[in-house]
Structures are given as C-alpha cells and as structure tokens.
C-alpha cells in the first residue's frame, strides 16, 4: 500500500526471536487482530493464512458517537467493515413520518455492509456510529482475495446472517453437550437412576448362557457377582463382539475368563455427572451401582443417563392413557411440565419438545374422549379434529383447545339430529379438557359449537365457502383452520375434505395471495430502540414471542405449504416439503428452521422459568432478561422472518 | 512481508546494507500540512530499565497513522535484542548465524530501517520525553544519527481534547480504561503503541471537529495544554 523510496524496504519491519507457534513470525498487533477475529463468525472458521491477510491488510479506525460511517450518497462501497468495538446503526429516513428510523445494528464482530459490497453498488442504508467505535476494514483488493480464496468466508458473504445462524446453532449444541455436565438434572444420585434390578450372573457361568440371559431380559451388560454380591466383573454386548471377532473357540467357556475384571464403579449417593465423567473417561457404556459394602445395586447405562427424559416420556404417556378417571388426568398435568423441564435442561431440541408436548397432549385428549364414551357413548361414528397449534403439533404448555367434530351420518338420521347427540357430549369433553389445563376457546373454536360439528360434506361446504369468499375474518380464521390434523377416530375423511381443500386452494390465486397478505400483517419485531421493536408503547421492552416471533414464520410458511399442495401441518415439516419441492433453498430453509425452533426454544424457557416462580405463563419477555448470546440469536432469528417474508412479498408481488 | 524480511535478511547475509546512509529522510518540521493527510508514527519503546543514560532499548513497536486510519500494513515491529535468549533459537527464523550478525550490527540495521520506515514523519509516543530520549541516545551511539524527530506526547493530547474526562490517573492504562481499549498484551511495544495509536484516532477526531486542522495548530495546542499545566501547579 505504501510508496516508499527504496524499493526493498518492506512495508511493515518484523524480525522475531521466538518460534514456538507459526503465528509468532507474525507482527504483534496483526496477531492481536486475528485473535480478535476468532472470536467471531465466519472469521472463526477461516483458515489462519487467510485470516492472516485480513489482519495485515486492515485499517483500523475511530468513529465518535453519531458519526456517519458509510452513506448512501456516497460511492460504490469498497470496504469490508468488521466492528471492533462499539456498534454501527442503519438508518433510514422514513418519508411519512418525516424522522429517521433506526432499521438494524451491527456490534462487536459483526460485519458490513455485505449486500452494498456483493452487489458493487452505494449502501441504501445510512451507517452511522452508535456510541464511540471502532472498526476495521480491508479494501476491495483484499476482500476480492478473501472472497476467491476461503470458502468460509465466500458463503458468509454470500448468505449474510443465515450462515451466522448455523454457527449461532452448533454453539449452542455445543453449550448444551456442556451444560449437560452441569444441569442440575445431572446432580441426580444415582440411586434413582439404577432402580432397575440389575442382571447378574456367576463367575463360572458359560458365556452362551450370560448372553442368553441378557437376551431375555433385554440389556446390554452382565454382571458378574461373587457370594457376597460385590461385583468381580462385567461383560458387555461389546465385549461379546469382541470375543466373535477374534474368533473364539467356544462360548461355552466360563465367564470370568472373559469378562472384564474390576468394573467401573460408584457409590449409589455419587450422582449421574460423576457417572457421566467415568463414562467419558474410560470409555465405558456401563457402571455398576454398589452400596458401601461394595455390594451391587445395579447398572447405569450411557443410555440411561442421557435418555433418562425418554423413559419418562414413555412411562408418562402410559400413565396418561390408562387413568381411570379425570381427575387423575388433571394431577398428571403437572407431570408434564416436570418433564418438559428435564428435556429443557437436557439441551433438547425445542421441535423435539413441543412435539412431546403435543403428544401428551393429543394422549390426554384422547383419554377424556374415551372415558367419555365410556360413560355415554353418543353412538355416531366421528373424528375428532384438532386445529391452530395443536393441529401444527407445536403446544407448548400455554395452550388453548382449538377443535371441531367431523362425523359420519347414519342412514336414516340427519345432520341436525347428529349434532344433538353430539354437541351435549363434546361440551362435557371440552370442559373436561378446560379442567386439564387445555384453556377453552375464547373465540368458541370448540366441538361443542354447532358450527364446527359438521359432516364431511358440510365441511366441505364450508371450506369452499371459506376459501372462494375470503372475508377479514375468514383470513383471521385461517392460521385456525388451515393448520388441522385429526386425533381420535378415523383418519380417512379428514385426508379425502383435506384433499379438496388443497385443490381448490393451488387453484385460488387470489386465495393465496389474500393468505399471504395477511401473513404479512405481523411484521418481526425489529427496529427501533436496539433494534427490537416492543409490542406497543406501554409495555416499552416487551416483545411477543409467538405473535412476533413465531407467527410470521408460520403464517408465512403456511402460504407456501398450502399454495404447493403441502398437506403437512407442522411448520418445521412444511418448511422441509418445501426444501424437496424446490420452493426453499435448502439452505434458506435450514435457516428458517433454525431460527423458528430458537425462537420457540427461548420461548418455552421462559415457560419453564414463570412456572417455578408460579407466575401466569404469558409469551411476553423483555429482552433484556437475556443473555447476550440469547439476544443476539433471537435478534437473527427475526432478521431470518424478515427475509421469509421478503420472499412471501417476492412470491405475491406485494 | 514475510518474503520481504527473507530479502532484506539476505541483502544483509551478503554484507551490503539496503540502506544509504546519506539519503536517510529528513525529519519533517510541524507545518501547514493537514493532519488528516499527515502520517504520523506512533511508538513505543521496550527498554531494560527506566534509566535514559544507561538502560539500552530492546523492542520498537510502531504503528503509522494516515487519513484517520491505523494501517496494519504499515507497522514497525522490532525486537533488537533478547539477552534471555540464546541467539541460536532465532537461526531458525532468519536464517543467520551467530558469527555472521553480531547484535550490534543487527541493531544498527534495524535503527536504519527505523529510520528509512519513519520517513522523517512526527512522532507520537506515551510519555514521549521517556521514547524520545532513549531512541535519539539510542540514534547517536549506534550511528552517529543526530537529527531530531517532531515529537508529540498522547499524555498531553489527551487531557488536552479531553479536558472534561476524568481518567484514574494519567497513566496509558487509565486513559484506555476510560474508552474501554483493549491491550492484546501489556507491554509489548507494538502493543503499547497500538493502543496508544488508538486513543491517538480518538483525539484527532475530536481534534477536526475543533478547528485543530494542521500539525502546527496541533502541536501550538500541545504547547498551550502544557503552560495550563504548569500554571495550574502554581
């Protein structure tokens, strides 16, 4: 970059006496730059050459406070700016309400402006320094360089944020592997965990018959005791595999010649993390459990530890779908809520999550539905539909009953007289389910509404009128009854009404677009104040996760589910349809997917959290009670809603 | 720049110096020039102790600021000499050994390239009396080199762009605590004069918005800072 006399001089004077690393042949101030860059994305995955030749071509430079950085009566941009410290704001003016509106931020270790610099054209966005800052830029040349050479950095560039997203994601896999460690689901004893009876055998048992005897009892290790019950060894699936593939002369031999000696093991008051960390180290799938004079207790598994929340899972549901009598069923609500807790505190996956949610659910639903034919069996053949977000299997524990009854008429009966067998017991079924925490419907979207008790030929009926009459409040309507999955009774009406309703939609333009309009009705909330947008003005720092976080993905992703004939519900399955039928880049979609399960992952924490404060569940936080990483993630994750419905306006031309 | 030292090192290996002597730059005298076109050095110095007359400098860290911008292209980052260690660990490096660069050539090459790298051009440094004095002593007894740099101390020009901030002391470390810099590693000289080249940005913004528009108008402010100093400890 420098002219300098003579020609030899380089520019920049390094000479090192030290070798211990290859970075150390690098001047002091270039490495300090590529430490700094590391520590954000895609910079964090950039080979260390290339992220050599950023450092060595940077610039480093001061903005105050309010200061304008780029603009968009300036030139073709030909930097990349990299935040060092501070933060950088996007500024439009909006015409109508003659004030500048701040439309996003950039901080620490963010980049810009990568649309203006791909696309060699002026930013349209002002940028404009929020707070003392200083950032670090390279100029075209270098970039150019950069953008041929490292992969990394080439699809960051290209991809923007959703890339970002993907690494946002592992890192928090990542975390939650960790915090698996120190979960305090993991400070269990391990006594409650080994409470199956271990299977034991002697030392001079043939080997053919220990593993008969796993066999039968269906587990993936023996133990082998002495006269006083202390364990001597333990032999393994893995263990007989080993002995098959070295080519064992007999498997009649006893045991102890192949077992192996001394198992691992711990005190029955050790907890699942010691556990967990023996596990790790030694690379063993089983410990025994002993008491403290050395006597065996029982095993724990790898699989038990880590998949502890499935056996609840299995054995909730049992419980649920057996209870005799309501009031159990009401009792085992909070059960549900327990083990949500348990999968949260897991790291499990929030589309994980609410779907055990919704099948607990559905298990529940269906037990009120059997008791109350126990009790008083209408006598009509019916399905029992589920619409809005138990229709999209996406509940979380706030969750209103949103249903209606699809029925079969019986010769010689019409569908008024169906309706009055049937409404008196869907009303009892749905106040049932009111009283096991399924809130009933304000809007009376309901069973027991005579309106939504209808035969398969009514329904019909009343689709095509819903969909060739679109009014406001059939589009109102339609996150309701677009999204709908029976749950009790035969399957076999809904998926032929449903087929119908699909059709007349692909045909309806005009639908769709009417559809798309209305997804458009709940904008992300970002921009203003630290680019979130809250609710309204008297709840200042209050952001509406499903309203404004979720509902414009799913409302969008419905559009295009329904417009391509797309009869899944759910929105992470539609968003997956979508990516097989080409309407999605695949990578688009993992994005979009991603930021919806964050969104809805950050929302059911906050659950989770008003729960143990005994506190009303509301979908309202204040994203100041985030951690910063939280923040940022949900603020992506909005960015991500964003551009789904930049492509719904695309798609629409609105 | 690497291939460029493996140059520069070789040049050396075969015993003639890239450097004349007798065309070093001519320091620049604080003029008319605008400082947002000037290039201003910033450094730092790694010394053996706090003694002007008979410590000896061990490292020069230098950054170069131009257009309101630090330049990591255009960095000097030097260390003469490490009595610690064994010269033959650095073989490995530059490829030269023990009995073809003795130390002192070895820093009186360096002190030209320091020289030919500044190009006359002000320097800024913490406490630059302290910088000053060990680098022109440091000038004189290695090459005889006499002429005198415009210096400019960032100890002054802070408080001076600054007169409201209230830092915990007058140290380098207060004054990038109140902006919250970072130092990538405390005393290590580029290091230092990265930071200290940082809050340099800092003032020199302030300094446009305030009529301060030439090296003259900066260094007469220097210069009215220091008598309002002085008249505020009588």
């Known amino acids: 970059m420098r002219q300098h006399k003579h020609p030899l001089l380089p520019g920049t004077m390094v000479l090192f006496m030290t070798a211990d690393t290859p970075d150390s042949t690098l001047p002091q101030n270039t490495r300090a730059i590529m430490t700094f860059l590391r520590e954000h994305a895609p910079f964090s995955n950039m080979d260390d050459p290339h992220l050599a030749h950023f450092a060595e071509n940077a610039k480093l430079t001061f903005f105050s406070d309010g200061e304008e950085v780029l603009s968009p009566d300036g030139d073709v941009v030909k930097h990349f700016w990299v935040v060092k410290q501070g933060r950088i704001r996007g500024e439009r003016f909006n015409e109508k309400d003659n004030r500048a509106e701040t439309t996003f931020e950039i901080s620490k270790g963010e980049c810009f402006p990568l649309a203006a610099l791909i696309g060699e054209r002026p930013t349209r966005t002002l940028h404009r320094a929020a707070g003392d800052t200083f950032c670090l830029s390279i100029d075209h040349p270098a970039f150019v360089t950069l953008f041929a050479e490292s992969e990394p950095f080439r699809d960051f560039c290209l991809r923007g944020v959703s890339s970002l997203l993907d690494q946002v994601n592992q890192r928090i896999q990542s975390t939650a592997m960790a915090s698996i460690g120190s979960s305090s689901s993991l400070d269990t004893p391990l006594e409650r965990y080994a409470l199956r009876a271990p299977i034991i055998c002697t030392p001079d048992l043939p080997v053919n018959e220990a593993v008969a005897r796993m066999h039968e009892n269906n587990v993936g290790s023996i133990v082998v005791t002495d006269d006083q019950q202390q364990p001597t060894g333990i032999f393994t699936l893995r263990d007989l595999r080993m002995l098959i593939a070295e080519g064992a002369d007999s498997l009649s031999t006893p045991i ?10 711990l005190l029955a008051s050790d907890d699942a993390f010691d556990a967990a960390m023996l596990m790790a180290e030694r690379h063993f799938a089983h410990v025994c459990v002993v008491d403290d004079n050395n006597r065996l207790i029982g095993v724990v598994s790898e699989r038990d530890l880590f998949s502890l929340q499935r056996v609840d899972l299995v054995h909730l549901a049992r419980t649920i779908s057996t209870a005799s009598q309501l009031s159990t069923l009401i009792s085992l609500r909070h059960d549900v809520s327990r083990l949500v807790d348990t999968m949260l505190a897991h790291g499990a996956d929030s589309g994980q999550v609410v779907k055990i949610i919704t099948t607990l659910n559905d298990v529940t639903v269906r037990r009120v539905l059997e008791l109350n034919l126990k009790q008083n069996d209408p006598g009509i053949p019916f399905t029992w539909l589920t619409f809005g977000s138990e229709g999209r299997q996406e509940q979380t524990l706030l969750t209103d009953q949103d249903n209606g009854i699809l029925f079969d008429t019986p010769d010689g009966m019409t569908e008024d007289q169906v309706r009055e067998k049937l409404l008196p017991f869907a009303r009892k079924v749905n106040d049932e389910l009111a009283q096991c925490g399924f809130t009933l419907c304000k809007g009376n979207i309901m069973a027991s509404n005579p309106k939504l008790c209808l035969s398969e030929a009514e329904w019909d009926d009343w689709f095509q009128r819903f969909i060739e009459a679109s009014t406001p409040q059939n589009l109102v309507y339609s996150s309701i009854f677009l999204d709908m999955r029976a749950i009790f009774g035969p399957d076999e009406p ?23 309009g209305n997804a458009l009705q709940r904008k992300p909330p970002l921009t203003l104040f630290r680019t979130f947008r809250y609710l309204n003005d008297d709840n200042k720092k209050v952001l509406d996760l499903k309203r404004q976080g979720l509902a414009p993905f799913v409302e969008s992703i419905r559009v295009f589910a329904l417009a391509n004939g797309i009869r899944a519900a759910n929105t992470l399955e539609r968003l997956d349809e979508l990516a097989k039928k080409n309407v999605f880049d695949q990578k688009d979609a993992g994005a979009w997917k991603e930021s919806y399960s964050l969104i809805q992952a950050i929302r059911m924490r906050a659950h989770q959290d008003l729960l143990a404060n005994d506190e009303p569940l509301t979908n309202y936080i204040d994203p100041d009670d985030l951690n910063p990483l939280d923040r940022r993630i949900l603020r992506e994750s909005f960015r991500q809603a964003q551009r789904l419905q930049q492509k719904l306006e695309l798609a629409y031309q609105l | 720049m690497f291939s460029n030292v493996k140059r520069w090192l070789s040049l050396k290996r075969n015993g003639h110096s890239s450097i004349d002597m007798d065309n070093l730059p001519t320091p620049k005298t604080a003029g008319d020039q605008s400082l ?124 001076a762009f600054f007169p409201k901030a209230e830092p915990k002391g007058r140290g380098l470390d ?61």
Request: aromatic share 6%.
């Open chain 1, 256 to 265: 102890r010649h192949v077992m192996t000696p001394e198992p691992c093991r």
């Open chain 1, 494 to 516: 809904l998926r032929r009404l449903f087929s119908k309703v699909l059709t007349r939609i692909e045909k309806n333009a005009l639908f769709q677009k009417m559809l798309a």
């Open chain 2, 36 to 159: 947002s076109n000037s290039r201003l050095i910033v450094l730092d110095l790694e010394t053996t102790g706090l003694n002007t007359a008979k410590d000896e400098v061990i490292a020069i860290g230098a950054v170069a600021i131009e257009k309101g911008a630090i330049h990591l292209d255009d960095q000097f980052d030097l260390i003469l000499r490490r009595p610690e260690l064994d010269i033959r660990e650095t073989v490995l490096i530059h490829g030269i050994g023990p009995e073809a660069l003795t130390q002192g050539q070895e820093t009186k090459e360096a002190l030209l390239h320091l020289l030919e790298w500044m190009n006359g051009d002000p320097i800024l440094a913490y406490h630059a009396e302290f910088d000053k004095r060990f680098l022109e002593r440091t000038l004189k007894a290695q090459l005889g080199y006499t002429r005198s740099h415009v210096w400019m101390d960032v100890a002054e020009l802070m408080p």
């Open chain 2, 174 to 234: 207060h004054w990038s605590d109140l902006f919250r810099l970072e130092v990538s590693e405390r005393h290590h000289a580029a290091a230092d004069a990265m930071v200290t080249a940082e809050l340099t940005l800092i003032a020199l913004n302030t300094a446009q918005k305030s009529n301060v528009k030439t090296l003259k108008d900066l260094s007469q402010k220097l210069r009215y800072q220091r008598r309002l100093q002085k008249m505020k400890r009588f």
